[in-house]
């Protein structure tokens, strides 16, 4: 198996769900092989960055705004590499808007989550998909040109004020505050997509703080509540994650 590497503290929950959800990967992957000791797991190593510097080093639509935080994150990340990364993994969503920037002088892959979306969605037969994330998320086409090659039809919640209470919810989370978080998020879902297409719609908790709301459903990369179909970001790209890093050398 591949060395991962992986991105994290941004937030320090997501961190943790991707480091569990890969060595689960691990455990269900080495299940009935035949080996002694532990069940055998990729090596992995962690950069965790402070989340409070990321968000306070956000850019704007102004050119170069985003120097400070390009930098910061590349860094990272070649440090990593430099530690060995045979592939690195970014726990969180927003950084992959800015993929190219980030990982510029770096070899080893860094994996997006916009193709781990896109090759789920796709074997799952998902054409729309609403996606709930941090405002630069929202406000972003990575998503909309990233998914479209896949044949999803992405869209944001359309109300500025829908935006914000998602973005509530995600501030609440950061700091790992869960009471009644899943059901905001009902309500922002419900204020986005009709209730006829809901059926025929997908919800992504394209932030990966947004799954803890739904602690009934720590690995699934989908599951339903109350009608709404949703789809753990933070599943599916560790998944991913792992199926690569058992791809030969």
């Given amino acids: 198996m591949k060395k991962i590497g992986i991105i994290g503290g941004i937030g320090w929950p997501s961190t943790?769900?991707?480091?569990?959800l890969i060595c689960e990967a691990s455990q269900i992957y080495h299940s009935g092989k035949n080996f002694t000791g532990p069940t055998p797991m990729p090596e992995m190593v962690i950069e965790s960055l402070n989340m409070n510097f990321t968000i306070n080093n956000r850019g704007t639509t102004e050119s170069g705004s985003w120097a400070v935080w390009d930098e910061y994150f590349n860094h990272a990340i070649k440090r990593l590499e430099n530690n060995g990364a045979e592939l690195i993994v970014i726990a969180s969503v927003t950084p992959h808007g800015r993929l190219n920037e980030i990982s510029k002088g770096v070899n080893a892959p860094v994996l997006?989550?916009?193709?781990a979306l896109g090759d789920y969605c796709a074997?799952?037969?998902?054409?729309?998909?609403?996606?709930l994330g941090t405002m630069p998320?929202?406000?972003?086409?990575?998503?909309?040109?990233?998914?479209a090659p896949f044949g999803v039809d992405v869209q944001y919640p359309?109300?500025?004020?829908q935006k914000s209470v998602v973005v509530d919810i995600i501030g609440r989370l950061y700091q790992n505050k869960r009471e009644g978080a899943g059901e905001s998020i009902d309500q922002a879902v419900r204020a986005?997509?009709?209730?006829?297409?809901?059926?025929?719609?997908?919800?992504?908790l394209g932030c990966t703080e947004l799954p803890l709301a739904f602690p009934?459903?720590?690995g699934e990369a989908s599951f339903r509540v109350n009608g709404i179909t949703y789809i753990n970001s933070a599943v599916v790209h560790a998944s991913y994650a792992?199926?690569?890093?058992?791809?030969?050398r």
């Fill in 158 to 161: 359309h109300d500025e004020k």
């Fill in 16 to 20: 943790i769900e991707y480091y569990r």
């Fill in 242 to 248: 792992f199926r690569a890093c058992t791809h030969s």
């Fill in 216 to 218: 009934d459903f720590p």
């Fill in 137 to 147: 998320t929202m406000s972003s086409p990575a998503f909309y040109t990233n998914l």
């Fill in 112 to 115: 997006s989550i916009y193709d």
């Fill in 123 to 131: 074997h799952a037969g998902i054409k729309k998909l609403l996606v």
């Fill in 192 to 204: 986005s997509i009709s209730a006829s297409d809901l059926e025929n719609s997908a919800v992504c």
